[in-house]
């Protein structure tokens, strides 16, 4: 009998087809009942692929079969990785396909808000370019200013390197510990946060988030920034207190913020809406038909190579098994 797998996210009907010829499959209907779907799936299920839901013991106690999720993200705070270790629930992820996508996407919110553009396109499709753009509307520069990578992991570099080579931005960097090979490359400096925060004019969020990262950047890291700087958050909206930073945007005390990730998601009303100085996407850093696909294809290998006994090529919880 074919292993059963519970597929929780849209997949291509491609990687449908393949999945099904090795599992039983059951996909999630989003219009359906979700707990409902759940609920049936998950006793049987040895498999689970997907993105976007919450996983731990509340939802996986029925699950006595399963034995690995292959997310589809690099990310995975969503999951309760002790317990999933202590069942031997292999976790498995899909780094580097997204690295450069989700790097263009914090380059496009700095930009954005640097530049004014949302705000000054809703401007002028509204008809108010009636003579020359006064200086109240006026952007700040990219090119030849501070820029602050907080996590220099993959992305982190990846966003640096754009500020390096594209626009001579010298690069301030904090991560768990010093990258002198990437030093060498992009002449970035290894700093504390706070030197940080006091000296970039573009304060970027790559970091993981976890214990140690949630709320990173608060009222006092805000109060640190620059007047005149822009905070970027691709990472994990909870790595900002997000009351904290409406009211540093509301008060100007930090000039923009440009953001694709929120401490409740999806973001259907929120203050932030209202203020022209924060640029709000709907989490698209990954978001290409090319780069999801190359996820979803990566989050299928994780999972037949799990499914086959062997150790998938993106365990998260590397202890099991070894
Ligand atoms: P990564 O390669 O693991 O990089 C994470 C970096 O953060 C590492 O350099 C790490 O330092 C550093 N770090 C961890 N904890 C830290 C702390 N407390 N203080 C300072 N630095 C810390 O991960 P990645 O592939 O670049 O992805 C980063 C995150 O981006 C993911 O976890 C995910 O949440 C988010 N993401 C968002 C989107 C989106 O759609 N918006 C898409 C992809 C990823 P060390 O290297 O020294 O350990």
């Known amino acids: ?171 301030l960097y904090t991560a768990n510990s010093p990258k002198p090979e990437l030093e060498a490359e992009l002449n970035a400096r290894f700093c504390g946060l706070d030197e940080l925060l006091q000296q970039a004019d573009f304060v970027v969020l790559v970091v993981p988030l976890g214990p140690q990262t949630r709320h990173l950047i608060g009222e006092r890291q805000l109060a640190q920034m620059k007047a005149s700087a822009i905070l970027v958050n691709v990472a994990r909206g909870a790595v900002v207190d997000e009351n904290a930073l409406i009211a540093a945007l509301e008060k100007g005390t930090i000039r923009g913020a440009g953001l694709d990730v929120y401490e409740r998601e999806p973001l259907s009303d929120s203050p932030l809406f209202s203020l022209p100085n924060a640029v709000t996407l709907p989490h698209i850093g990954s978001a290409t038909a090319q780069t999801r696909d190359a996820m979803a294809r990566l989050a299928l290998d994780n999972f037949h190579q799990a499914m086959a006994g062997q150790r998938p090529a993106n365990l998260v919880n590397d202890e099991i098994g070894s």
């Open 1 to 171: 009998m074919k292993p059963n797998v519970f597929v929780f996210s849209r997949l291509s009907d491609e990687h449908l087809a393949e999945l099904s010829e090795r599992y039983q499959v059951t996909v999630l209907d989003p219009k359906g009942d979700i707990d409902a779907q759940y609920a049936a799936a998950l006793p049987s299920a040895q498999g689970m692929i997907g993105v976007g839901r919450k996983l731990g013991p509340a939802q996986l106690a029925q699950a006595g079969q399963l034995k690995v999720v292959s997310s589809i993200s690099v990310g995975y705070d969503n999951y309760d990785l002790p317990y999933l270790t202590e069942r031997g629930i292999m976790l498995t992820n899909t780094p580097d396909v997204l690295t450069e996508t989700t790097a263009d996407l914090g380059f496009t919110l700095l930009m954005s808000a640097a530049r004014r553009v949302p705000e000054l396109d809703a401007w002028t499709k509204a008809g108010h370019w009636q003579r020359t753009v006064s200086p109240e509307r006026f952007g700040v520069d990219i090119h030849h200013k501070t820029l602050g990578i907080v996590g220099m992991g993959r992305i982190g570099a990846a966003i640096a390197r754009r500020g390096h080579f594209g626009f001579n931005m010298p690069v």
